[in-house]
């Protein structure tokens, strides 16, 4: 049983920063990549974020490169996404997701593992 559990979602507005943390427990490879997706309303689910299960590879959409900063602690339990200059177009559900292997990636394929999302919502 894996269980990954998001937090930090929020209703901001635009400008403001939000971080977002997921929690992994259970039966998954402690050194596995992870990543976030969000899923905006009237689109389909997208990559925001990855990073490796060395913790030093990481991968950003365009859209968010520069403003949002994706990190795991030293246990590689749990991965955070700083999001900063937050605008109306990052509103969303951002989903948590682990790979059963050490990368990661921005293919939604990669990762057998997701949580059930955190909202973000931005006002402008």
Known sequence: Q?????????????????RLSCVASGRMPSSGGMGWFRHPPGKEREFVAAIDGNGQTTYYAYSVKGRFL???DNA?????LQMNSLDSEDSAVYYCAAAQGVGSGSDQDNYPYWGQGTQVAVSS
Do not use: H
């Open 76 to 80: 590689r339990t749990t991965v955070m």
């Open 70 to 72: 994706i990190s795991r």
């Open 2 to 18: 894996v269980s990954l559990v998001e937090s930090g979602g929020d209703w901001v507005q635009a400008g403001d920063s939000l």
